[in-house]
């Protein structure tokens, strides 16, 4: 979704499918290895948290020194954001003792804020101009206020209302479906739509990675946190590598036409 036209110093790729496969796997991902360095490999939500937000601010101040879009060092924020924005929400139930509930309006709250401001500031909200370190700054908080409010709402649908993780993704699933519908053929506004989409991927993908993940007894299929993490691991990298060394070509042909 969101097909206009593209700054020449973007740095977010292109949305295409190729892009949706990715942030799906990222964000299953980002929910099993959360549950896998915290209680896995016993390092606790507290430790664990403080770990991946100063890898992940080393990685961002990598991301920010680049001047374009770089896919191995986006794709590796959006995974260890996704990691994060999880133990953001886990942290807040519980260690914290706040319900879904209230983390569910919250994160709404503080996203919405969040685009309010970009919006008041920059005058428009588009992936397709995040092209200098103000509009990459509000992008990236956008991006971890979405993981941590789709971990809650997933949580909340699929735990606190007892829906289970299969029909929790299958609920979802079917939001943005009618939300993808709506873009291609009832002229639902690109920008809503992409955001709408980016921010329910993430209980989508966080549902089916518990049902992957978890034990047979909390409704799972027990594939565990290490292989489930792994596999979608591999997808990530697979589709990274590929879709990085396509648009090299892309890039050769458009410089031989301009020559």
């Known amino acids: 979704m969101t097909r206009t036209q593209t700054s020449a110093r973007n740095k977010v790729p292109e949305v295409t499918a190729g892009f949706w496969l990715i942030k799906l796997m990222a964000v299953t991902m980002g929910e099993t290895a959360a549950d896998y360095l915290a209680v896995n490999l016993g390092f606790g939500l507290t430790a664990t948290s403080m770990i991946m937000t100063v890898i992940l601010l080393g990685t961002l101040a990598l991301q920010f020194a680049t001047d374009r879009y770089v896919p191995w060092a986006y794709w590796l924020n959006v995974v260890l954001i996704s990691v994060v924005g999880t133990l953001l929400t886990d942290n807040f139930v519980d260690n914290l003792g706040v319900s879904l509930v209230t983390c569910t309006a919250g994160f709404s709250l503080l996203l919405g804020l969040t685009f309010l401001v970009w919006y008041r500031s920059e005058g428009t909200l588009s992936i397709h101009a995040v092209d200098t370190p103000r509009r990459e700054g509000f992008y990236w908080l956008a991006i971890l206020f979405t993981f941590a409010l789709g971990t809650a709402a997933g949580d909340l649908v699929a735990e606190h209302y007892g829906l289970g993780y299969a029909a929790t993704g299958i609920l979802f699933g079917a939001v943005i479906l009618s939300l993808s519908l709506g873009y291609f053929f009832l002229g639902l506004d690109n920008v809503l739509a992409f955001?709408?989409?980016?921010?329910?991927?993430?209980?989508?993908?966080?549902?089916?990675?518990?049902?992957?993940?978890?034990?047979?007894?909390?409704?799972?299929m027990g594939l565990g946190t290490v292989s489930t993490s792994l596999t979608f691991l591999a997808v990530i990298v697979i589709t990274v590598t590929a879709m990085t060394f396509m648009g090299r070509d892309t890039a050769r042909q458009m410089d031989r036409l301009t020559r």
Do not use: E, H, K, N
Not at 195 to 220: C, E, K, M, N
């Open 195 to 220: 955001w709408l989409v980016y921010i329910l991927t993430r209980p989508l993908g966080a549902s089916f990675g518990d049902l992957l993940s978890q034990p047979a007894d909390y409704g799972g």
